[in-house]
């Protein structure tokens, strides 16, 4: 049984790493709590979507830049100063936000300004703990690493949102900034603790150095293909922007529902990272990647059928008692989803460490930032935009069944991606 558990060796065999992963789980929880937290201050106060969304949209620009010129930094000089300094200016945001709720302030600009600051300089520090963990551990050990890392983001999106409600409800704004502050130093501690990881060589510098980095990328098929699953995965796979009229057209309830609904993914994340431990002896990592995306696809599809069939059954909506069965098939749906979603990540992760040289992995994280920041927007737009005319379950019963179909096509185009050894990494 142990052979299909979690593999724990990174954590065993090396402390920094443990000290670096357990602090990464307790600051991103901090940073999940505040997210939350800060939209739903943010509605108090203006009582607008529309200003909600402005609390991500202002910072996808300064993102998208720090994400790029950041990993030429990241690969430039010692990983852990630049971490530090990074977390250093970063914390300035969660002080300054529990100051305003503190002081009770009204005006939303200064909130803007300290999240636009937060996500902006949390792309650097992004980058730099892609880099800093093949540095931490052998080679052999990157697919746990991923594993671990799947697990670590599982429980900081499952745990972070999850705390913000019950915090905001029982003790008020101020106080949960108060606690990711709190948070935040533990993750700072385990920064701190690490050992200095110089640039293995001379790196380029500014802007020469950004320009290579998208030049390595142009000649990598393997890592380009890697990304374009993971892009369209985002693109046609996202069903977030729709739960909240799920849960009031098809399931019912409070904001519960939503609630559950969207934890549901984690959760998947969560299960699927401890029952990785077969994954660690797979060796066709593209082939993995590919496997793992048809799975999301087909999970997603199921998902938007399951939609569907609870349209057309018409089960009449409470607003005060929600559709158990309903509620249970989708929570289950989107469990498969974040599962599947984790497999695929873990090898697509495993393979864009061990097959970028060290002198690169900032800046291809940089560039994979685009990704992770443009990806699940333009997925809330394809969603939400299909979904418009009322059609609840068309988004991802069509998007599931592309996804299925671009990662089955690249799968037969690109030979190399499909025979990737993980034992003879090939970018």
Do not use: K
């Amino acid at each position: 049984m142990r052979r299909y558990l979690l593999d724990l060796t990174p954590l065993r065999t090396s402390p920094a790493y443990l000290r670096f992963w357990t602090s990464g789980v307790f600051g991103g929880i901090g940073v999940q709590l505040t997210a939350v937290a800060i939209g739903i201050q943010v509605y108090e106060i203006s009582g607008s979507t529309a200003a909600v969304a402005l609390v991500g949209g202002l910072a996808l620009a300064p993102m998208i830049v720090m994400g790029v010129l950041g990993g030429a930094i990241v690969d430039a000089f010692d990983r852990r100063r630049v971490l530090i300094v990074a977390s250093t200016i970063s914390f300035v945001a969660p002080v300054g936000i529990a100051a305003l709720a503190w002081a009770d302030v009204r005006t939303l600009w200064p909130y803007y300004a300290f999240t636009t600051l937060s996500s902006t300089v949390g792309a650097l520090v992004g980058a730099a703990r892609f880099a800093i963990h093949p540095r931490l551990v052998p080679r052999e050990q990157l697919p746990a690493v991923a594993a671990l890392s799947g697990l670590s983001a599982g429980l900081q999106s499952a745990l972070g949102p999850a705390l913000a409600g019950v915090l905001v409800a029982t003790v008020g704004f101020a106080w949960t900034y108060s606690i990711d502050v709190a948070l935040f130093l533990v993750g700072f501690w385990g920064i701190v603790s690490l050992p200095a990881i110089l640039p293995e060589g001379r790196t380029e510098s500014g802007w020469p150095a950004v320009v290579s980095g998208f030049r390595f990328l142009r000649g990598a098929a393997n890592l380009r293909t890697a990304i374009w699953l993971q892009l369209a995965s985002f693109a046609f796979g996202r069903s977030y922007a729709i739960l909240p009229a799920v849960g009031a057209v098809l399931v019912g309830g409070d904001a519960t529902v939503v609630g559950l609904l969207t934890a549901s993914g984690a959760v998947g994340v969560i299960l699927s990272g401890l029952f990785s431990g077969r994954l660690v002896g797979v060796r066709r990592h593209g082939r993995a990647v590919a496997i793992g995306t048809v799975a999301f696809g087909a999970a997603v599809s199921l998902f938007g059928l399951l939609l569907l069939g609870f349209e057309l059954a018409g089960r009449p909506v409470s607003g005060s008692r929600p559709d158990l069965l309903a509620l249970v098939a989708l929570c289950a749906a989107l469990v498969l989803v974040g599962a599947s979603d984790n497999v695929a990540g873990i090898f697509r992760t495993t393979m864009m460490q061990s097959a970028t040289p060290d002198t690169l992995r900032g800046r291809l994280q940089g560039i994979n930032t685009l990704v992770l920041t443009a990806g699940p927007r333009a997925g809330d737009v394809y969603a939400g935009m299909l979904a418009a005319g009322g059609l609840l379950f068309l988004p991802p019963l069509l998007g599931g069944a592309l996804i299925v179909a671009i990662a089955l096509l690249l799968l037969r185009l690109r030979p190399g991606f499909r025979t990737y050894d993980a034992l003879e990494p090939v970018p």
